[in-house]
Structure formats: C-alpha cells, structure tokens
C-alpha cells in the first residue's frame, strides 16, 4: 500500500510556525513597551500599528477579490477562511466572517463523528466571556481515553479554529483530563487506502512511527494501535469478527466500544481520532505516541 503522509505535504505544521511567530512580536512589543525613549516607544508603537493595518487593508481586498472571481470564488473564499493560518490572520485585523461560537461549533462538529463512532459525543453548553463550557456525553465520559481524546481531537481542533478562546473546561472530566497533557500540537497525517476498506476488512501500516490497525465496521472506519495490550502481539495477525478485533491468541477487543474487552473491563485497545475531511482519511498524531521499530532478536 502507498505510505501515509502529512496532510500539508512536509514535515512542519504551518499553524504551529504561526503561533511560534506570534510569541516572538509579543515578546518584541514588550521590548518596545520597556524602552526608556518614551518618543521612540511610540513611534515603534505607531510603526506597528500602520503595518499592521496596511497588511489588514490589503488581507481584506484579497477576499473581497477572491468572492467576488465567479465560478470558484466562494469555494476559494471558505477555504480560506476555513484554514487555520489564513484564519488567525483574519482574526489578527479584526476581518473574519464568522464569529467565535460559530467557530467553536463547527471545531466540535469535524471531531463529532469520531467521537460518535466510539459510542460518544460532545456538547457545548455554554459560552460566556469568551470561555467555553463542554459536555462528553456516552462512552466519552468513562473511556479509558478520554484524555488522549480530548488533547488529540478537541483541543486542536478548538486551538485551530478558535485562537481567540480564553479558554475551556469540560464536565465531568478530571483535573488530568481537563489540563495540558504532555502531547505535542497533533499531525492529521491522511491514510491512503483506508476509504476502500470493506465491512470487516482492516489494513496495517505505519504513519510518522505509530503502527497503525485501521478497520471498517458497520459502515464506519476506526483506527487504533497496532497492537493488543494483553498480549503485545500485532493485531493484523488476527481477524474482526462481529465487531470485535481478534487478536492472533484469542483475546477480544469491541471496535465501536473504544476497543474495551468484553472479557476484561480493565484492557482495552489504544485509540487514534480519525476525521473523514473533504474525502480524506486523516489520524490524529502525536510524537510521544510514537513507538520505535523493536529491536531485532539476535540468537
């Protein structure tokens, strides 16, 4: 099968260079704003202030040209206002279109039907001051997990769409849950092959380190580590039966359940959010959930 690759076809993730850019002008207004010179501080306040607006003005005739082009030119414009970089630009110079709950609603809507083929779903209840209030709701609220969900799925998904959130806390989640984990920003890295999957067929491969098990149940597609955590062996060295991933000893893992065994509450498969986006299977990666190539056994 044809390797799995990055969704922006290189190893950098334009948002993260982004948001690392912006920690740097921070860090030089807050140089301009301790210069002795109080006359050169305002003229470098001023300075910024004109490009920023000078950049703004012609941001905003850019989309205004782009809507206006024809045939295409809305499809251009929404994709433009839909990217993450474009759209923290628009935000910057006070131009996007859609305000921040219909933002916030349209993040939890792409990771919605992930979440909902594990028996799940988010709900937002409420908005205030720009802060955030969510639900988990079904097999979200009690998935072993939930944290992995939560900073791999909504969290990116939110951060990418919604820069300009103060912040959010979900119900019923635990102080763990709830705070920054260790996870570096995701890579929606896309998996070619998988959309052609039968009911019941799976597929084994590697994306950026993670040895991935993908498999089409009930008409949904569910990606989940390469391996069976009760006894390490590979899980494409089994079979998926009646919605269950067989491992090759026999132990049982049910697919729309969050990969819980039936027979041992406590073990259960590890989970990778996957997103169907524009007719692209995407997975949702992190590098510490990589695992390395084992050892080779030398007798």
Known sequence: MNAPHSNDGSNQDPIAGMNRNGRRIQEIVAQIDAMPNPAARELMQECMESVLSFYGDGIARMLELVKRSGIGGQKAYDDLIHDGVVGGLLLIHGLHPRDLETRLREALDKVRPYMESHGGNVELLSLQNDFARLRLQGSCKTCPS?????????????????????????????????????????????????????DGAFLSCQADGAPLFICRVGGRLYAYRDRCPACNVPLHLGAVEG?????????????????????????????????????????????????PEPEPVIL
């Open 243 to 291: 919605g269950m991933i067989i491992c090759g000893e026999g132990h049982r893992f049910s697919v729309p359940d969050a990969g819980r065994s039936p027979d041992e509450p406590a073990v259960h498969l590890d989970p990778f959010p996957l997103i169907d986006e524009n007719g692209a299977i995407k997975i949702a990666l992190a590098g510490d959930r990589a695992e």
């Open 146 to 198: 939930s944290a992995v969900t939560l900073e791999l799925a909504v969290r990116h998904a939110i951060e990418e769409a919604c820069p300009d959130l103060v912040g959010f806390e979900v119900e019923g989640a635990t102080a763990a849950e709830t705070a920054r984990q260790s996870y570096p920003r995701a890579a929606w890295v896309e998996i070619e092959n998988a959309r052609q999957l039968a």
